[in-house]
């Protein structure tokens, strides 16, 4: 049985490929290379906790601030499964 995180997890994935898909051929890889900067709410999944390490959920370590692209949020979301990616 999946966690309902994880059922976000993957939702989240296929609108950024449906919404990539509704791009011009042409355009699609721009459109990954996008650059997407980390909300303070997003990094918050991410936290250190001098006497359990990083939180129980798993996360790419995302910072507030910090930008990447989409393709690079994608995969931090879908291969540790980063929480603080979604």
């Known amino acids: 049985r999946l966690q309902p995180a994880s059922i976000t997890k993957v939702v ?5 490929m449906e919404l990539r ?3 011009p051929h042409a355009l699609r890889n721009r459109f990954m290379k996008e ?3 980390v909300s303070k709410y997003a990094s918050s999944f991410a936290f250190w906790n001098a006497e359990h390490g990083w939180n129980s959920g798993t996360n790419a370590k995302l910072r507030a601030g ?3 692209t989409v393709r690079e949020l ?4 879908m291969l ?3 929480n603080d990616a979604a």
Not at 12 to 16: E, F, M, R
Not at 74 to 77: F, G, P, R
């Open 12 to 16: 989240t994935s296929l609108v950024i």
């Open 21 to 23: 898909d509704k791009v």
């Open 35 to 37: 650059r997407v900067p």
């Open 66 to 68: 910090e930008e990447y």
């Open 74 to 77: 994608l995969y931090a979301l």
């Open 80 to 82: 540790p499964s980063g």
